[in-house]
């Protein structure tokens, strides 16, 4: 389940790359404590309690791109539906 | 002597005295280094924290300034892209870059316009390069794809130098949503590796959010606003349409898209063509906003429709500066034939007042004339033509007066409890003659043990007698039914309930929907070969049975195939309350039915 989740916020960093330019994402996401993102947007670690840091990782996108952050994640949710699911529990 | 005294001290103890000394003066340089090093230390945090409030300060006050700027040169005009230009135009101050560039997307034509502003003199791959970066972001956001063909570019400032080597350094996008909807994306750009992170631009996020939520929110506000106003457009009886200065269609309403006969959603062409030959709309609209006063209300008949054209001018609050011509179109197509009627009914009601009084005129000039001459029984039937033609002016005039009582609401009926199958036995030996002189079978059905009623037995008269009369008269040959009966819900008596049936000319839908009006009665009058009286009758008998607290109506399957009309009377007073709270306690709807006749319009 981890990988699921190192995987999602993955894409979901990379993705904000695109949106937002390397730079700001990269920097933004290094930021948050609990994770650990190379210079590619990989997520090689996650410390913290996964839901937790998937709720910190796209508030904190939200300051930057408001609601594309929040799109942006439910959309690469529906390829994690296990995660999903765990979340709305 | 010294040298003794020197001497005399032990070695050991010169030595202790030495390391205290040598340990105090260690000491007292190591805490003075420390010292400084502390200092030091202090010294720069209190300056990079010092240099960090200054950062702060710096992007409170840009902050401050560019949304002042939004603000002033915004106002409520909800010009997205304007805002976008605003914060691009800004950004110098802020930062360092070499281009910045912004797309905002043009709704009309599906284009998206690229501006970039070089500052530093790079190349063209350099500012290529900007441009896919952003339309992936653009792409990535709308999750739709976009493609160089789709873009119309515009690059001013620093000359462009092909021979630059530079390429993207460091680059960060802006993108700028109202309500959920991208309307542009702005690029910053440096031939500088690294330039661009969280912490340095996060002002800029900050104040795209601020005025995205603005104007968001002043979107709400307008469309919330826009959909009342639509709402009420819609809801208009009258047909309406609002062009712009321009001649574009703005607004059209349902009604006008009925009226017209066009598809729901029309194009100006559409309504053009569906006036065609019968209004110039744009000559219309051109000669509103030329002329200073309102124009005259002009008249057209579309669909056998009768159309007043009333056009306006829509002018710009602040400035009072034409901005476009509201086009109404009124339906005046019953009230023009409710004014038919009038004169119609007027001319018929002076005919048939005139056409008595020259008779009695002319009879009373001969009698007085020839006097002499006329013999008693020839006097005798003269008088005989008098009294009968003034009788039947006076049933006319009766008529109107009840007309008039009616309109003023001061026509009263005096109601008793009387016995209704009386008036009707009796009613109906007086138009046997009439039955009996065309071919018609008259039969009467009264049920036995009807209970009493309660009535005005003057106007129940005179309700009874129209109807007979009506059915007599639209009946060439053929039968007259008339029955009496209780009319019962539950199995309780709730009144009386008459229903006099023909087999008449019958009446089709479109006439029978003004048949109780007040000139309902002229355009079926004038079929009837013996037509004679005021045509008021339906509409006077309506008032009789209503407020005598009954009902009437009538039922034809069509025109050539007879007429039912039904009319109920109260019971009498005594027995129509107490089964009227037994019916109740029955059945809770019977209230309704005995309210609520079938529909009819008057």
Redesign the interface.
Known sequence: MENNYKSLFSEFIK?QM????P??AL??AQ?IRGLTVDNQGQVSTIISDPKLMLKKLTEDFM??????ARESMQ?LLSDYPEIAKEISK | MEFGINFLIPNKLMDTVFLIVALTTTLSALSAILGYLFMRQKFLNELAKSKIRQEELKGQVYETAVLKEIGERIGYSLDAIKIIEIISGSLGSLMPYSVISRMTFDPKYEKIRFDCNVKDSVSLIFINEIKQKMIRSISEITQKPFFDSQVDESIYGNILNEQSKNHLGSFFNLPFIINGKLVGLINVSSVLENLYDEANTAVLYRISKQASDAVSKLQDVLEAEKSRLSQAVQSLTDGLLMVDRDYHLVLVNKKLCNMLSTVSNPSLFDIVNALSGKLDLRSSVEETIASENDLPVKEIIVKDKVLQIVTSKVLDKSTQKVIGVIVLFHDVTDAKSLEKLRQDFTSMMVHELRSPLTSIKSTADLITSQMEKIKKDEISQYLKSINSTSQSMLELVNDLLDVAKMESDKFDVICQNGDFADLVAERVEVFKPQVSSKDINLTINIEKGLPKAYFDVVRMKQVFNNLLSNAIKFTRSGEIRIKVETEQVNGAAVDILVSIADSGIGIDPEEGRNLFSRFGQLVRGRQAAAFKGSGLGLYIAKGIVEASGGRIWFSSPGAGMGTTFYFTVPLARETHEETLVKAVQGNDSLVQKITQAPKQSN
Do not use: D, Q, R
């Not at chain 1, 300051?63 to 594309?68: D, K, Q, R, T, V």
């Open positions: 993705k695109v949106i937002l330019g730079g700001v920097s933004k930021k300051e930057f791109s408001g609601h594309l959309m």
